[in-house]
């Protein structure tokens, strides 16, 4: 059976199969959360097979091989975040669903998951939670016959708590790492 976590941890410590990095268009290694991703597996070798890709459009995601971190890293490149009318909660959505579709094919039973979007491109916290959590939960209705852990990185508790806040208001089964 499937399940949904948020784990107050570092993406980079979060011992899952896979992780999912908070991509760029051009695969280049950047700030934040994609810059420890980088350094964690390896910044040469995985620059390497992110070149081999070249691009990935915003709303989707790419597969490389995780190296010194884990088995496999996504790379989903979130929307900038302008005004919510730019099509971004449905890039948003996208970003989770391209990933999870990765995970299915390719044999990937847990994976870990930034809130991307809400640092640097700016995605206010409440609606990238509201998106992440709607396309997971979505994702695992209409893929029953698969068992997945989907955990969410996070190690800001004002962040966690935002999390749990609207899983609930959402009706949506969240486990916090204190309960397991």
């Not at 992780?19 to 934040?32: D, P, S």
């Not at 097979?49 to 996504?74: E, K, M, N, R, S």
């Not at 640092?119 to 509201?130: E, L, Q, S, T």
Request: charged share 25%.
């Amino acid at each position: 059976m499937s399940s949904i976590q948020i784990r107050k941890v570092s993406i980079t410590k979060v011992g899952t199969s896979a992780i999912v990095n908070a991509a760029n268009e051009q695969l280049m290694q950047g700030g934040g959360v994609c810059g420890y991703i980088f350094e964690a597996a390896g910044a040469d070798k995985l620059q390497k097979a992110c070149d081999q890709i070249g691009f990935c459009h915003t709303g989707d995601a790419v597969i490389t091989p995780g190296f010194d971190l884990c088995d496999h890293i996504i790379h989903a490149v979130g929307p900038i975040y302008i005004n919510g009318l730019e099509n971004e909660p449905q890039m948003l959505y996208g970003c989770y669903r391209s990933s999870l579709n990765l995970c299915k094919e390719n044999d990937i039973h847990s994976v870990g998951f930034p809130l991307i979007s809400a640092g640097i491109f700016g995605y206010p916290v409440d609606k990238a939670w509201r998106k992440a959590l709607q396309a997971c939960d979505d994702w695992t209705v209409k893929n029953d016959d698969y068992d997945i852990d989907i955990v969410f990185a996070i190690i800001d508790d004002k962040i966690i708590k935002a999390g749990m806040d609207t899983a609930k208001d959402l009706d949506i089964e969240v486990r916090k790492n204190d309960e397991l």
